[in-house]
């Protein structure tokens, strides 16, 4: 776990400024997100500033970036020594536990830094997820609730919110939640299939296969590589007894995804009450070699 010692209380982000070109122009090409070049950048930088906090701060951040997190935790704790990180460092190191799974020191750090700065909206809905994989439901409702508050009609942590309750075995909660991002992100300009598809599931368990097509539909059309949305899909019409049309759906799901047993046995049921016996038989060979433990009977 990363050592982090010192932190002061309400010190603001670091400032990353210089007069130095190569470090400017390291910060620059993180603005356009061209990681590489800016680690190459820091690197050339530090080699003749190895104290240099900032550098260390701006090269952790960029690794962070790069899906680096152990490289980019070892450079947190770097710069760490040379001037106390501020709440979105902290940010940042409780993402990089977050990639490397580690939930808990991932928790530990995201509360310090909103320990150091309780508005950052952000920072809460992360903290939300977090609890959220841990299967911490409540707590993770009051973070998005809190999320909410400081980012008003953010789509995602209402979706969140929506995942969260229904973490809870609370479905009309859930719903509600999914209804109302839904209804906030069609005044934006940028839409989410994330919404659509949780609600369209939800709908679907509620035994509501017509109220969940146009939701899912809408889906597909933002994200046609979603292997979930096409699972979706492929559960509402083998309901509505569509089987061309759900053989189609799960085996666009099974391209997308074919490492899944479960997505493998779906299709398999369909062939089967499609007569197809043979297709059915190596989808269900796929379940076993895949260490699934579905049964083909």
Excluded at 15 to 21: C, E, F, L, V
Excluded at 22 to 50: C, F, M, S
Excluded at 125 to 131: A, F, K, T
Excluded at 168 to 181: G, I, S, T, V
Aim: cysteine-free; glycine content about 4%; proline content about 4%.
């Amino acid at each position: 776990m990363l050592t982090l010692t010192g932190v002061a209380p309400g010190r603001a982000q670091v400032q990353w400024k210089a007069d130095d070109a190569t470090l400017l122009q390291a910060n620059d090409a993180i603005e356009r997100k061209q990681w590489p070049e800016a680690e190459r950048l820091v690197r050339t930088y530090l080699g003749n500033h190895a104290t240099s906090a900032q550098a260390h701060y701006l090269l952790a951040f960029t690794l962070f970036r790069e899906d680096r997190p152990k490289e980019s935790l070892a450079e947190y704790t770097n710069a760490a020594r040379l001037q106390n990180p501020s709440a979105l460092d902290l940010r940042w190191v409780a993402l990089d536990y977050v990639l490397l799974h580690a939930y808990t020191d991932a928790h530990t750090w995201m509360v310090k830094s909103l320990e150091l700065n309780p508005n950052d909206g952000e920072s809460w809905y992360s903290l939300g997820r977090i609890q959220y994989t841990e299967n911490r439901f409540a707590e993770a409702i009051t973070s998005f609730n809190k999320a909410l508050v400081l980012m008003p009609q953010s789509v995602k942590a209402e979706d969140n919110l929506g995942l969260a309750y229904e973490g809870l075995n609370q479905p009309k909660e859930a719903m509600a939640a999914y209804r109302q991002a839904i209804a906030w992100q069609k005044d934006k300009p940028d839409h989410s299939e994330q919404p659509l598809l949780n609600l369209g599931v939800l709908l679907l368990d509620d035994n509501k296969p017509d109220e969940a097509l146009p939701l899912l539909q809408e889906a597909e059309s933002l994200s046609p590589k979603n292997s979930k949305i096409h699972a979706a899909l492929g559960r509402l019409y083998r309901a509505k007894d569509d089987l061309a049309r759900a053989q189609t759906e799960f085996e666009q799901a099974v391209a997308l995804d074919p490492d899944s047993a479960g997505l493998h046995f779906q299709l398999g049921q369909v062939y089967r009450k499609e007569g197809l016996a043979t297709l059915a038989a190596t989808e269900f060979q796929k379940v076993s070699s895949l260490g699934g433990t579905h049964s083909s009977e």
